[in-house]
């Protein structure tokens, strides 16, 4: 419908498509029509006022068949579309209501998840994941190629803090019974004899005492290739392993390819090598090698000749790229590391990999429980598994008390996943089971709900009559719903302009919202309107679908 206006206007207005595209507006009350056309850009060209335009176009434009009425206010143009119409493009949708090919033949690489071999997965590495999952599913549906990336942090100082902490203290009972907490113990233990602050998981490494140097003992070891703490390495990266896999087969979340970030070492130290030669980069007097980046250093390369955070992702960007030649590759992390992917991508680009113009940083920030940052300094951090345990646990508990057929560990996870996406990735995200879990507000399971509502209409109704249907008189409730269905593949095709599943969120919302109106008011069942609100009740629920999909979150016909 919108592109039937567009291509009117630049009949009418001899303007570019996507001129008219951007400036085309969604009025704030259906009394001033579906789509708004303000007149402000004519009015150099054609010498008039905004509302002389208005006007003579008002009175001049031939309307076509979609479109019921035109009418002049101030200087927009205001548009009515014919609401019959649109219904009867609405009963035609399918499965496939949504997806589109613009992103043929293109590759997206997102690397997103990403959690801390022997350390617990925090809170904020659960925004990435239910972030980067519901991207690349967003990019599948428009037609691109994506992959998805785990980069396991299998190697620094927290490893060799590890390590140490393995030969001093391990419980090897423990481990077997509950590895994530095992290895959470060990680490919190040598943080507190190194005296080192732990928070959200991400400690602050300014200690440099004598357990300090033990652990970079350990890790020297390793680079050395010294087999015993090879071997302790391994245990810890299994042990890990396992806990991780926990929570992804929780939220149901897959990745093309898993790979720890000290596979690259080797890769990144060649091409600091190289850039040394080649004078792209220099060398402190205690051999530490730099970048000099606006007037600071950026170091790339230790002055013990180790590889650094950023000498792995140098080496993994160029291999990724070699491998996947993609078009986009796009980072999910917290906000707090956008200097170094700025640092990141600055650097490449001065080493002469021209394909850094195709790295994205997509920040997002801090998840918050009440008033309080996840983890305290004394490492009595909450766990992401216990976290989504406890919600499943909440969630049967008020399925029980329904009395319904609900699936508490699909409507613990929505629930959560829900709570992640609704907010744009800038945003901070307050955690609150109340609101995570309230069947009444803006949460996963009022959306769930909605959509096992329409399912069950749909199966006491039987079969449903396609033929003869004749569209007319609509009342507000349903075309309310059929401009909100309506909407979703241009919402879709915006939050993956600006990767932001929010929008996706948002509208899941607004669309049941539409539809319990719709509910309360308008009768399916014995109705005279029984065979059109029945294909109704049928897209709305194809399209909530669809929706859900693209936020990784189940549905369900009962709950
Ligand atoms: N492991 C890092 C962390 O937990 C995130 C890694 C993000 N990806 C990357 N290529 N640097 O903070």
């Not at 219904?87 to 043929?104: D, T, W």
């Not at 926990?246 to 890769?267: A, P």
Request: glycine share 6%; with cysteine.
């Amino acid at each position: 419908m919108k592109d039937v206006i567009i291509k009117l206007l630049t009949k009418e207005a001899r303007l570019k498509e996507d001129e008219i595209e951007k400036i085309l507006e969604v009025p704030p009350s259906s009394e001033f029509g579906d789509y708004s056309f303000p007149c402000f850009v004519l009015s150099k060209r054609e010498k008039k006022s905004p509302d002389k335009i208005a006007e003579h176009f008002a009175q001049t434009i031939k309307l076509p068949k979609e479109i019921e009425k035109i009418e002049n206010k101030g200087p927009y143009l205001n548009f009515f579309i014919n609401k019959n119409i649109l219904a009867e493009e609405v009963l035609k949708i399918n499965s496939n209501f949504g997806k589109s090919s613009p992103g043929k033949n293109k590759k997206i690489v997102i690397d997103f998840s990403a959690p801390n071999i022997g350390k617990p997965m925090h809170i904020g590495h659960i925004r990435s994941t239910i972030l980067g999952d519901s991207i690349m599913r967003i990019y599948n549906f428009l037609g691109y190629d994506s992959v998805g990336i785990n980069y396991l942090g299998d190697i620094g100082l927290h490893i060799g803090k590890l390590i140490v902490a393995y030969e001093l203290w391990l419980d090897k009972e423990a481990l077997k019974k509950d590895p994530v907490q095992e290895l959470l113990r060990l680490y919190v233990k040598f943080n507190s004899k190194e005296k080192s602050e732990i928070t959200e998981g991400l400690e602050e490494e300014f200690q440099d005492n004598e357990w300090t140097q033990k652990a970079k003992e350990k890790l020297k070891l390793l680079e050395l290739g010294d087999k015993k703490t090879e071997k302790i390495w391994e245990d810890i990266r299994k042990a890990s392993g396992k806990g991780f896999d926990k929570v992804y087969d929780l939220l149901k979340v897959n990745f093309n390819e898993t790979v720890g970030q000290s596979e690259f070492s080797e890769h990144g130290k060649k091409i600091v090598t190289n850039a040394l030669l080649k004078g792209l980069a220099k060398t402190e007097k205690d051999g530490a090698v730099y970048v000099e980046i606006n007037g600071q250093k950026k170091f790339i390369l230790r002055s013990n000749q180790t590889a650094s955070y950023i000498t792995y992702d140098i080496g993994a960007a160029v291999e990724r790229y070699k491998k996947y030649k993609f078009d986009k590759m796009i980072y999910v992390t917290d906000f707090r590391q956008s200097d170094h992917f700025a640092q990141l991508f600055t650097i490449l680009k001065r080493f002469g990999y021209d394909f850094s113009d195709k790295l994205i940083h997509l920040p997002f920030g801090t998840v918050k429980f009440g008033n309080e940052i996840i983890a305290t300094r004394k490492g009595d951090i909450i766990l992401l598994e216990d976290v989504l345990k406890k919600t499943i646990a909440k969630a049967d508990e008020e399925i029980k008390k329904r009395k319904t057929q609900g699936d508490a560990e699909k409507v613990g996870v929505g629930a959560i996943k829900y709570l992640v996406l609704k907010s744009a990735p800038s945003a901070e995200v307050q955690f609150s089971w109340e609101q995570a879990l309230n069947f009444e507000g803006d949460s996963g399971p009022y959306i769930q709900y909605s959509y096992a509502r329409a399912s069950s209409i749909i199966k006491k109704a039987g079969k449903f009559n396609k033929s003869k249907i004749k569209i007319e008189n609509l009342n507000q409730s349903e075309i309310n719903l059929v401009k909100k269905i309506y909407e979703f593949p241009e919402r879709v095709q915006s939050a993956c302009k600006e990767l932001n599943p929010s929008i996706i969120a948002n509208y899941s919302f607004e669309l049941s919202k539409a539809f319990n109106e719709f509910y309360h008011t308008s009768p399916v069942i014995g109705d005279k309107s029984e065979s059109f609100r029945l294909l109704l009740v049928n897209s709305f629920r194809t399209t909530l679908k669809n929706a859900l999909y693209l936020l990784g979150i189940e549905v369900m016909n009962e709950m």
